[in-house]
Structure formats: C-alpha cells, structure tokens
C-alpha cells in the first residue's frame, strides 16, 4: 500500500502508529491501531520500521553488529545470525563488508544500512517512510529491487511515486485536514483524482516541474576552491580529493555523484564547517581568511548552509525562535524577517511548534528559512527537497530562482533530477572523493 499525502498529512505520524511508537504524551489521541487484531503496542515484534532519518536508528559501530542488533534482542540462535546478516546487507546492495564502521557512511549508505536491519528481522509488516529518497538513482533502483522480493504486507511512504508504482496494489491518500481523501488502485485513483491530487502538492506520476533558468548570465565568483582535500583520521582514502570548483554570483551549482562520492563532504568544505586537510577555499567577502577560520557570526552572515539531516542544526524548542536566532547573532532585527519567512515557507501555523516535532518536509523547509534568515550572499544546501510534496517542492524551487536572480551564489547537492533540470545553470560530478565530469 502506497500511503500519499501533501507535507503534515500526518504519513510518518500513522507509520509511528502502526508500529506502535506514538508516545501517549505526544498529543490529544483518538481511535486505535490494531495490528493482527492487538494494540500496535503489543505486536511490535511483528513489525519493521524504516524511518525518514537512518541514523536514528543506527545504534552500532559496525555496520555487521547493527543488522545483528535486532536479531540478538529476539533471541536468534548464534548460528543463524550471520547468515541472516550477509543476505540482509547483500539483499540491499550493501557496498562494504560487515567491519565498516557506521559513521564513515554516507546518509544514502545508511539508510541501506537501516533497512538491512528491518528486513533481517523478517517482519509481517513493513513500515517504509521514503526509504529511497537519500539515494543515488542506482542505489534507489537496487533498493526497490530488493523490495519487489518482500513477503510482508508493506505500507509505504513516498513522494515521488512514478517508481514505486510497481509495487503497489494499492492507493491511500490522507487528507491534510485529517481522514482519508482516496482510497483504491492506483490506475483508479490517479485517473479519478490525479488533477485534485496534484493541485493539493501530491506527486503524480507524469507531472514534469517548469525549469526556472537563470534570466541572466552569472557574474564574478563568490567562492573558489583549488585542489580541495579532506582526510579522515585513520581513513585508508580521502573523503575528497583535489577537487576545483567554484561558484559565481546569479547561479545555481549542482553536485551530483553516487552516494559516498563525497558530496556532502564538498558542501561542509566550501560552506567554512570543516578545515580542509589540503587545498584551500578562498571566498571573495574575505580573500586573506579561510572561511573555516571565519567567526561565528560573520560566517552565518556571508554563507548560509543547510545540512542533509535538518535536525543537526536545531537549537531551540520553538519554530519562531530558531529562525530568530540566525538575525539575532549578526546584529539584525529578527521580526520582519521571522514574520517575512514564516509564511513563505509554509511554516506559520507552526510558529510555536518545537522544530524536532515536525515531519521531514517541514523540517526541511526550516531548515532552508533559518539559512536564508542572516541574507547570505551563497547558499550551501546537502538534499534541499528532500521529503517535500509537489506544491512545497515547487515553491522552494521558486524561491531559489528568485534568490538565485537577485544575485545569490547556490550551491545544491542532489540526487533529484527535476531539481538539476529545473533549476541548475552548472554541475559538478564527484566519483570516488573526486571530479568525475569537468565544469563546464
């Protein structure tokens, strides 16, 4: 079953419930969830779930211990756990061996890792909360491959549905205002309420976004990096390695490359969060000044950047608040820039919600509002559509463009195609900590 909905339907709150994970203080409750016939809370042995963010539930240093995790706490015997590990992690497309250590993946890489540990459980229902959307396209095609072989009944969530379509037997769309709007096959509901479906920021299957090209050529480089270099202690490779690049006023930079390629690692350089082992990054607010060795305060001004997993950079229990904190710290007047953001980001109905509360899409887009809330000149954004609906993803594009136009330097690391043939002026493609392709 394909479960759909726009962002804060409520998809990932029902797959909490199904797997009986909704916490009794998490909110007013009404009606039930039974699973085989018993409150969710009793058959938890019965199901498997995989979450939005892997590393919530990555909980071993080894990627081999974490598969086995699960297995020792129900008591498999020793002999059988390996096995049951090797064919989960093969099962998956896992690329290493059992010994890789679980901090040294990529976020594409750890939700194989996460799913792996569900399914070696061999769980009667499946609970999947975009199990695919940090994945490169070849990672994601093994990834559904490996689901089309799932015995369990399996009730999936997923924005971009084109792919996962045969899979399903079945359509639930829930309503942003609470119940169910559609419910049936898929060739049904999309031919009855695929116009209605798009129209509420559903992803349907056949809707190709407008591009949003730049309206003029781009102008003199904010950020140049030359023979960019960053070792890991203990590696036995670099996690990047002598990569050039740079990235000019009025456009939009795309990094693209397999998961583990090391693109997440370029955006944390050329964004001034991490010292590069060799090669430098010389931005043109400060020529003389590495932006690593930037204060605080003067790098959130100059370069705004929004991490792959949105919730590593919340620091306060307030919606309004964290997009307050960025102004407050250089020196600006936070209201009419919270009071601007709120509503363009669609977030004003949750100006008083605690950020680690809402679902991934939304979080997503507070993420992007706190980094554009200092007025950076360049943007650093790791996946910044992921987990949104149609409407919210086509606003975010929108709003790139018009940042991107006024003169702002973006730079976008994505496996999401319609955001590179939408929005990108010019990409960059990293292979093994690499440039694969020339800049253009």
Same mark, same amino acid.
């Given at each position: 079953?394909?479960?759909?909905?726009?962002?804060?339907?409520? *998809?990932?709150?029902?797959?909490?419930?199904?797997?009986?994970?909704?916490?009794?203080?998490?909110?007013?409750?009404?009606?039930?969830?039974?699973?085989?016939?018993?409150?969710?809370?009793?058959?938890?042995?019965?199901?498997?779930?995989?979450?939005?963010?892997?590393?919530?539930?990555?909980?071993?240093?080894?990627?081999?211990?974490?598969?086995?995790?699960?297995?020792?706490?129900?008591?498999?015997? +020793?002999?059988?756990?390996?096995?049951?590990?090797?064919?989960?992690?093969?099962?998956?497309?896992?690329?290493?061996?059992?010994?890789?250590?679980?901090?040294?993946?990529?976020?594409?890489?750890?939700?194989?890792?996460?799913?792996?540990?569900?399914?070696?459980?061999?769980?009667?229902?499946?609970?999947?909360?975009?199990? +695919?959307?940090?994945?490169?396209?070849?990672?994601?095609?093994?990834?559904?491959?490996?689901? *089309?072989?799932?015995?369990?009944?399996?009730?999936?969530?997923?924005?971009?549905?084109?792919?996962?379509?045969?899979?399903?037997?079945?359509?639930?769309?829930?309503?942003?205002?609470?119940?169910?709007?559609?419910?049936?096959?898929?060739? *049904?509901?999309?031919?009855?309420?695929?116009?209605?479906?798009?129209?509420?920021?559903?992803?349907?299957?056949?809707?190709?976004?407008?591009?949003?090209?730049?309206?003029?050529?781009?102008?003199?480089?904010?950020?140049?990096?030359?023979?960019?270099?960053?070792?890991?202690?203990?590696? +036995?490779?670099?996690?990047?390695?002598?990569?050039?690049?740079?990235?000019?006023?009025?456009?939009?930079?795309?990094?693209?490359?397999?998961?583990?390629?090391? *693109?997440?690692?370029?955006?944390?350089?050329?964004?001034?969060?991490?010292?590069?082992?060799?090669?430098?990054?010389?931005?043109?607010?400060?020529?003389?000044?590495?932006?690593?060795?930037?204060?605080?305060?003067?790098?959130?001004?100059?370069?705004?950047?929004?991490?792959?997993?949105?919730?590593?950079?919340?620091?306060?229990?307030?919606?309004?608040?964290?997009?307050?904190?960025?102004?407050?710290?250089?020196?600006?007047?936070?209201?009419?820039?919270?009071?601007?953001?709120?509503?363009?980001?669609?977030?004003?109905?949750?100006?008083?919600?605690?950020?680690?509360?809402?679902?991934?899409?939304?979080?997503?887009?507070?993420?992007?509002?706190?980094?554009?809330?200092?007025?950076?000149?360049?943007?650093?954004?790791?996946?910044?559509?992921?987990?949104?609906?149609?409407?919210?993803?086509?606003?975010?594009?929108?709003?790139?463009?018009?940042?991107?136009?006024?003169?702002?330097?973006?730079?976008?690391?994505?496996?999401?195609?319609?955001?590179?043939?939408?929005?990108?002026?010019?990409?960059?493609?990293?292979?093994?900590?690499?440039?694969?392709?020339?800049?253009?």
């Amino acid at each position: 079953m394909l479960l759909l909905g726009p962002s804060g339907a409520g *998809k990932s709150t029902l797959l909490a419930a199904l797997a009986g994970l909704l916490a009794q203080d998490s909110g007013e409750q009404e009606g039930h969830v039974t699973v085989d016939g018993q409150d969710a809370r009793r058959t938890r042995d019965r199901v498997g779930i995989v979450f939005q963010d892997p590393q919530s539930q990555l909980v071993m240093a080894r990627a081999g211990d974490d598969v086995a995790f699960g297995l020792e706490n129900r008591g498999v015997p +020793t002999t059988d756990i390996w096995p049951r590990v090797d064919a989960a992690l093969d099962r998956v497309g896992f690329p290493y061996s059992r010994d890789r250590r679980t901090d040294a993946l990529s976020g594409g890489e750890q939700q194989r890792l996460a799913l792996a540990g569900v399914l070696a459980l061999n769980p009667g229902l499946l609970l999947l909360d975009e199990p +695919t959307a940090n994945l490169d396209p070849a990672g994601a095609a093994q990834v559904r491959e490996a689901l *089309k072989a799932v015995d369990p009944t399996m009730i999936l969530v997923e924005h971009r549905v084109a792919d996962v379509i045969p899979l399903v037997d079945r359509v639930v769309v829930l309503s942003p205002g609470g119940g169910v709007a559609a419910d049936g096959v898929p060739e *049904k509901i999309f031919a009855e309420h695929g116009a209605a479906l798009a129209d509420q920021g559903v992803w349907i299957p056949g809707v190709v976004p407008a591009e949003r090209r730049a309206r003029r050529a781009a102008g003199a480089p904010l950020l140049h990096a030359e023979r960019l270099t960053l070792r890991h202690p203990g590696a +036995t490779r670099p996690a990047l390695s002598e990569v050039d690049t740079e990235v000019r006023e009025g456009e939009v930079l795309t990094v693209l490359g397999a998961n583990g390629s090391g *693109k997440s690692t370029l955006a944390l350089l050329l964004g001034g969060l991490l010292r590069p082992s060799a090669g430098r990054v010389t931005a043109r607010a400060d020529p003389a000044v590495p932006p690593h060795r930037w204060r605080a305060a003067t790098l959130a001004s100059r370069i705004g950047s929004v991490f792959q997993n949105p919730e590593h950079q919340f620091v306060t229990n307030r919606v309004r608040d964290e997009l307050a904190l960025g102004p407050l710290r250089v020196g600006l007047d936070p209201a009419p820039i919270v009071d601007e953001l709120l509503p363009r980001l669609r977030l004003d109905r949750l100006a008083a919600a605690n950020p680690y509360t809402l679902s991934g899409g939304e979080q997503r887009r507070l993420s992007v509002a706190t980094a554009l809330a200092t007025a950076p000149d360049l943007l650093i954004l790791d996946e910044p559509t992921f987990g949104q609906d149609l409407r919210t993803w086509r606003e975010l594009v929108d709003l790139l463009a018009g940042l991107r136009d006024s003169g702002c330097g973006i730079v976008a690391v994505t496996h999401d195609a319609d955001l590179v043939d939408a929005l990108g002026d010019r990409r960059v493609t990293l292979a093994d900590g690499r440039m694969a392709v020339p800049v253009p």
